[in-house]
């Protein structure tokens, strides 16, 4: 995986790949304003068990370290997408907006975030059909659920 | 134990190589994972930009595309490889979102093989890129066997078509166009393809369509049609009903092929094997046939029928006289005339014989010939014995005209049997064993004429064949010997020679010459029996050198046609030297008769022979009409007064007054004389006065095999005990003296 670009300052941290470590930590930076009910409540995990019971499959005794190379992989997706997502949202940009949650869609299906998945199929579908009403509302959802997943990935990349 | 994800069974690569193609790296990462899991290979991409890129240098078996991806997206990149040369048939699956049908449907178009909902089953997908490498798989195996099959059918001139009884109608392939002298782009229709049969076959190839259809049954036909080239040709269509759920006939499936040259070729060869080459007569084989045919309609309709055997009386002759070709010039021309003696058919077909109806078997009436100068006529249907008569007169009468072969004119008769269905035989072999014995009755009574069968017979028939085919196994089973008879020279009451003379011990039977010998001429055994006699004679020889010191001849009788062959010096030289001998103990007689008549074919051979040191005598000399002229030259050591003069010596002048006229002439040309047949004492005396000291004959010893010889030289001539060796030396010495000089112990 390619380090990703710093740009926004919203973006805390930049993470290169198979670094299991907080960002907070490294970046040094406030870490942005986020609900983290999750966290709080335990981690209360976000992924889903039945999707990370497959991924386990294909590493079942975990000798390859599939499942930090993928739960790394996709934070490092989920940040540079939550760039993309903004930048989109500040352009008012609905098709590309409409591109990053159909490619949200899919990975986090396969890593077990359900929630942010449907969310993505949903926020996709409205856009595509010319349903969507406030876009700038739709980011924000997207966002703050990106946010969580993520949160949710750190814990088990800590764990 | 083959692993679950193993290739090998499905003969397809043992780790397939997989370009997969996706924006997501999480994605990405999962599915190659799980791919390398069950044993693929993964490239990973992760634009479409850099899939074509790959693709530019390296061909995986399968690609793997994400639908959606930014900037050149899976659609996009789907129609760009299937651009790219070698791409055309490449499996490529598209990844697409659930729910998404125009994606799907958007795959499709872009060329995609198959598509694939995301899942995170990745089992399912390993499976699905399987079977899309196996049907690819398959695919290109088939297009293979396609090609394959096209180029079979081209060089088969074959092709395939299929007819629809209510749509579509004729769709024929591109080689089955090829096969009517269409391109592969012109449209055929039934009614197109019925119109270049001939209208000759056309009705008939209507109603047998129509019935084939009426029945559904399995259609199976050789057409003749003409090309608008107009040339023709002969298809042979094959094909077979095709019916849908509800048991109806829809239509046929099936083949044309070009069978022309096949049937052209089974033509040929038909004709071949039943027509001879240099006549164009029925063969041996088509006349069995015709006289199978023959025979059996006369039993239904109880008539008769007749076989005329007929059989050139001096072919071998002109043969040999002429040479080959003119032989066959001959024959040719005796073929024509013989065609003209009967109502002569040249082809029968079984359709023919169907068409004819009742009077069918006319169509069998030929002549044909056996082989050699052996002809036959069959003649399906005859009154009585005087239509067959006739037809055999017609024959003779044909013949009379002279033949001019090679420049000359030949002249050429025939003996004709004729056997008569059913008195004469019940059977075609029967038929023609009886004729073959007429017409040797026809051979032996002289030639040139025609005889019918009758019982009486065939016992002279059988015996004579029973006995060639007893000849021919005579020498091989050493049934034949030589007794000798010796030469004496009265003078000196000594043996001087022999002559070997043959014998067949047939079983408990002795056989003398007169019996066999003309058979073996006729039949050309004459050759190994004489040849045969040669080496005999020059083991006798040996044996007896060894036992009591022979040095003389032994005169072994050949007849002429053996002098005409260019093996007799090399056969002789090779029996004496195999034993060690010399060339002089092998003397030869000739007949007068033989001598005269082959003269000049026998000349060069009787010069070489005299050049070897083998001598010549003359037998039977005084019967034939010898010119004096020959005499002189020929290189000839002796003559032998013929039998007949001997015995008439004492009774009547003439003969003494013929057989003193012979010595003289011996004498003159420098020739030994020798009489043969002497038989008394009497006879002995009146030889000797007239100057010929040397004789043969009963007088002294018969015939005796070679151990006897022994015993009479023992036991008669050594003890000087016969009587007419005291008579002998009574006698006043002639002039043959010098000839019976040098001592020898016999």
Known sequence: MKPLAQSKGEIPSAQHEGTAVNATSISGRPEPAMPAPAMDAGAPCRLDEQALARLRELDPDGRHGVMSRVLSTFEASLLRLLVQLTEAGERADGAAVAALAHTMKSSSASVGALALSELCTSAERSLRAGTAQDLPALVRGLSAEVQQVLAAVRAMLRA | ?746
Not at chain 2, 1 to 18: G, I, Y
Not at chain 2, 169 to 189: C, K, Q, Y
Request: glycine fraction near 8%; hydrophobic fraction near 45%.
């Open chain 2, 1 to 746: 134990m083959t692993p679950p994800h193993s290739f090998a069974d499905d003969n397809l690569p043992a780790q397939p190589e997989v370009l997969l193609v996706d924006d997501d790296e999480v994605n990405l990462l999962l599915t190659a994972l799980a791919l390398r899991d069950r044993g693929f290979r993964v490239t990973e991409v992760d634009s479409g930009e850099r899939a074509l890129e790959r693709l530019a240098e390296w061909t995986p078996d399968v690609v793997v595309l994400d639908a959606m991806m930014p900037g050149l997206d899976g659609f996009a990149t789907c129609r760009a490889l299937r651009s790219m040369s070698g791409f055309e048939n490449i499996p490529v699956l598209m990844l697409t979102g659930l729910d998404d049908d125009a994606s799907i449907a958007r795959a499709y178009q872009a060329g995609a093989t198959d598509f694939f909902v995301k899942a995170t089953q990745w089992g399912l997908l390993a499976g699905r890129l399987q079977y899309l490498l196996r049907a690819s798989r398959t695919r290109i195996e088939l297009e293979r066997s396609k090609a394959k099959l096209a180029r079979a059918q081209d060089l088969a001139r074959m092709g395939s078509f299929d007819w629809r009884r209510i749509e579509g109608g004729l769709a024929m392939s591109a080689e089955g166009l090829r096969v009517f002298g269409h391109g592969p782009t012109d449209r055929m229709t039934l009614r197109s393809l019925l119109r270049m049969v001939p209208k000759d076959g056309r009705r008939t190839l209507m109603r047998h369509l129509h019935e084939v259809l009426r029945d559904s049954s399995v259609l199976k036909r050789d057409v003749p049609i003409m090309l608008f080239d107009g040339r023709e040709r002969i298809i042979h269509v094959e094909a077979e009903p095709e019916f849908n759920e509800h048991g109806h006939s829809t239509g046929y499936t099936g083949i044309v092929q070009d069978v022309t040259d096949r049937r052209v070729a089974e033509d040929r060869i038909r004709h071949l094997a039943n027509f001879d080459a240099l006549t164009g007569l029925p063969n041996r084989r088509q006349l069995i046939w015709r006289a199978e045919r023959a025979l059996e309609h006369a039993r239904r309709l109880q008539h008769q029928f007749a076989l005329l055997l007929i059989d050139l009386d001096r072919f071998k002759i002109i043969n040999d006289t002429l040479g080959h070709a003119a032989g066959d010039e001959l024959l040719m021309e005796v073929a024509r005339r013989l065609r003209g003696c009967v109502r002569h058919s040249d082809q029968v077909l079984d359709v023919a014989m169907e068409a004819a109806g009742a009077r069918s078997h006319r169509v069998l009436e030929a002549v044909g010939r056996l082989g050699g100068d052996e002809f036959v006529a069959l003649l399906p249907e005859v009154g009585d014995d005087r239509d067959a008569e006739r037809v055999a007169q017609r024959v003779l009468e044909v013949m009379r005209e002279p033949i001019f072969v090679s420049g000359q004119e030949c002249f050429v008769t025939a003996s004709v049997g004729v056997a008569i269905y059913p008195r004469d035989g019940t059977t075609v072999l029967d038929l023609m064993r009886n004729s073959d014995v007429a017409m040797y009755s026809v051979k032996a009574q002289g030639k040139n004429a025609a005889a019918i069968y009758g019982p009486q017979l065939a016992g002279q028939g059988r015996e004579k064949l029973e006995l060639e085919t007893a000849l021919h196994k005579a020498i091989e089973r050493d049934e034949l010997v030589l007794h000798y008879q010796p030469k004496v020279d009265v003078r000196t009451a000594k043996m001087v020679g022999a002559e070997a003379l043959m014998r067949w011990q047939r079983g408990d039977r002795l056989v003398m010459p007169g019996d066999f010998i003309p058979l073996a001429e006729e039949t050309g055994l004459i050759v190994p029996l004489s040849e045969w006699a040669l080496r005999e004679a020059a083991r006798q020889a040996r044996a007896w050198q060894q036992s009591f010191g022979f040095a003389d001849a032994i005169a072994v009788n050949l007849p002429s046609r053996l002098f005409e062959r260019s093996d007799l010096i090399e056969h002789i030289h090779h029996c004496v030297t195999s034993v060690g001998v010399p060339h002089r103990v092998i003397m030869l007689e000739i007949t007068e008769g033989q001598l005269m008549k082959d003269l000049q074919n026998v000349i060069p051979a009787l010069h070489r022979l005299n050049e070897i040191g083998v001598e010549i005598a003359i037998d039977d000399f005084g019967t034939g009409y010898s010119s004096l002229a020959y005499l002189t030259t020929l290189p000839i050591s002796e003559l032998k007064i013929d039998i007949q003069f001997v015995r008439d010596l004492g009774h009547t002048p003439q003969s003494s007054a013929v057989v003193s006229a012979i010595i003289a002439l011996a004498r003159s040309l420098g020739l030994r004389v020798i009489a043969e047949g002497v038989e008394n004492l009497r006879q002995m005396e009146v030889l000797h006065r007239l100057g010929c000291a040397i004789m043969q004959g009963y007088l002294f010893s018969r015939p005796i095999p070679p151990d006897e010889i022994e015993r009479w030289l023992e036991q008669t001539v050594l003890p000087r005990k016969a009587p007419w060796i005291g008579q002998a030396g009574a006698l006043e010495f002639g002039t043959d003296a010098a000839r019976a000089a040098g001592a020898r112990p016999y």
